[in-house]
């Protein structure tokens, strides 16, 4: 198995770093004392936010952490549960249009979940995941 570039540990340490926040996102909004203490525009979000756009959120966030860990496990699986991360994300985006319009934040997530399912694909045809 070949060695992975420096880079790589950055990429996937950072693609954690930034799941794990979207993690700590969905579950706060789970939590209904939290939810409660959100701006009154959020909380009608969450609220009206259908079960299988939750279900697409836990999925992208929880699904990209987990890509990360096993990417830094060096583990192909990773390409796997970024894929479903990704195709999370991308029910996610459709929901939020819908709901708030293009948001700056809601293309980022589009952009870094884009990013690292690309960039775990890359790691694969390297060698670098067994």
Not at 20 to 35: E, S
Not at 51 to 71: D, H, K, Q, S
Request: overall charge positive; hydrophobic content about 60%.
């Amino acid at each position: 198995m070949a060695k992975p570039h420096f880079s790589f540990w950055i990429i996937a340490g950072l693609g954690l770093a930034w799941n794990l926040m979207g993690c700590l996102n969905f579950v706060t909004q789970m939590n209904p004392d939290a939810v409660a203490q959100m701006p009154e525009l959020y909380q009608l979000i969450i609220a009206a936010r259908p079960l299988w756009a939750t279900l697409a959120f836990g999925f992208a966030v929880f699904g990209g952490a987990l890509g990360c860990i096993l990417l830094l496990l060096r583990r192909r699986m990773a390409t796997v549960a970024l894929a479903v991360s990704l195709l999370a994300i991308g029910l996610t985006v459709v929901q939020t249009i819908a709901v708030v319009g293009m948001a700056p934040s809601t293309f980022l997530a589009l952009l870094v979940g884009a990013a690292l399912f690309w960039y775990a694909t890359i790691a694969q045809r390297s060698g670098w995941l067994r």
